[in-house]
C-alpha cells in the first residue's frame, strides 16, 4: 500500500503565498506521476498542476504564472508554491501520485486533501 500526506494547508489573506506538501511512502517502486488537484465547495475536482519523474510540468491555465510545482524523487515528495492567492483558490487541495508499485504495475492514489483558504 501507499500512503500520501500532506500538509502546507491553511488561512491566508489575499495576494499572500503558501507551500503545500506531500510525501509519499509504502511500497513504493517509482513514482512517475505527481500532481496537485482542487475542489472547492460545490465543484468538482479540478487539476492544478503535475509533475513527471523527469520533471516535466504541466499546469491549468488559471494558475500559470502564480503555482509552481516541484518535486524531490529522493523524498518522494511534491510540493506546491502557491503565490498571489485569490479567494477564488479557496479549495480543499488534494496530493495525487501515480505509483509504480513493482515495474510496470501503475496505481493511482489520492492523499486526504489540506485546506486552502484565502480571505478577501
Known amino acids: 500500500q501507499v500512503q500520501l500526506v500532506e500538509s502546507g494547508g491553511g488561512l491566508v489573506q489575499a495576494g499572500g503565498s503558501l507551500r503545500l506538501s506531500c510525501a509519499a511512502s509504502?511500497?513504493?517502486?517509482?513514482?512517475?506521476?505527481m500532481g496537485w488537484y482542487r475542489q472547492a465547495p460545490g465543484k468538482q475536482r479540478v487539476l492544478v498542476a503535475t509533475?513527471?519523474?523527469?520533471?516535466?510540468?504541466a499546469s491549468a491555465d488559471a494558475m500559470k504564472g502564480r503555482f509552481t510545482i516541484s518535486r524531490d524523487n529522493v523524498k518522494n515528495t511534491v510540493y506546491l508554491q502557491m503565490n498571489s492567492l485569490k479567494p477564488d483558490d479557496t479549495a480543499v487541495y488534494y496530493c495525487n501520485a501515480i505509483v509504480e508499485r513493482t515495474l510496470g504495475q501503475n496505481y493511482n492514489y489520492w492523499g486526504q486533501g489540506t485546506q486552502v483558504t484565502v480571505s478577501s
Open positions: 509504502g511500497s513504493i517502486f517509482r513514482i512517475n506521476v
Open positions: 509533475i513527471t519523474n523527469r520533471g516535466t510540468t
